[in-house]
T-cell receptor, first 107, second 110 residues
Framework: SQQGEEDPQALSIQEGENATMNCSYK?????LQWYRQNSGRGLVHLIL?????REKHSGRLRVTLDTSKKSSSLLITASRAADTASYFC???????FGAGTRLTVKP | NAGVTQTPKFRVLKTGQSMTLLCAQD?????MYWYRQDPGMGLRLIHY???????AKGEVPDGYNVSRLKKQNFLLGLESAAPSQTSVYFC?????????FGEGSRLTVL
């Protein structure tokens, strides 16, 4: 089984800027998922990208996947204060998570 | 549609006491998971189940037991609670892919 590792650990930006966070993993995958967690609440699914996909969009979210580098990135465009949260990636049949990226968007 | 429901939401235990956390899902999902999350950290997988009657160990299974007697329920048991098990526990379920999470159960062991 495998575990996603997010980078950076923390990110602070101004409202309106773009936020990019990265995820690396160690073995081959069928898909990779990104989740958001607001202040101790349950995680909310954002997007799933399959191993045969290179890029996927959902609203202001853009996810890329590079299987040759075993990495994925999540881009949030035109960030809002409401985007302040922790973001996690997860992979594997047993769905293991990394420590996450804590994003703070300042008004 | 309730989704994933965890009970209780809060509990305080004394060292050595036992308790069971219940996770119930009404989405007919095959897969269910128990995680713990400690302050400032990600989720660590305790145990998971790929179907009724099956369970498997995750990253941090020691001190916990689980049962999946019914498809809709996944129970997490602590036989003899320790202060190191103070944490927020999250249950999740999935059919294939996207996880649906409960709102968490905050457990304090004194």
């Amino acid at each position: 089984s495998q575990q996603g590792e997010e980078d950076p650990q923390a990110l602070s930006i101004q409202e309106g800027e773009n936020a990019t966070m990265n995820c690396s993993y160690k073995t081959s995958i069928n898909n990779l998922q990104w989740y958001r967690q607001n202040s101790g609440r349950g995680l909310v699914h954002l997007i799933l990208i399959r191993s045969n996909e290179r890029e996927k969009h959902s609203g202001r979210l853009r996810v890329t996947l590079d299987t040759s580098k075993k990495s994925s990135s999540l881009l949030i465009t035109a960030s809002r204060a409401a985007d302040t949260a922790s973001y996690f990636c997860a992979t594997g049949n047993d769905m293991r998570f990394g420590a996450g990226t804590r994003l703070t968007v300042k008004p | 549609n309730a989704g994933v429901t965890q009970t209780p939401k809060f509990r305080v235990l004394k060292t050595g006491q036992s308790m069971t956390l219940l996770c119930a899902q009404d989405m007919n999902h095959e897969y269910m998971y128990w995680y713990r999350q400690d302050p400032g950290m990600g989720l660590r997988l305790i145990h998971y189940s790929v179907g009724e009657g099956t369970t498997a160990k995750g990253e941090v299974p020691d001190g916990y037991n689980v049962s999946r007697l019914k498809k809709q329920n996944f129970l997490l048991g602590l036989e003899s609670a320790a202060p190191s098990q103070t944490s927020v526990y999250f249950c999740a379920s999935s059919y294939s892919g996207e996880l649906f999470f409960g709102e968490g159960s905050r457990l304090t062991v004194l």
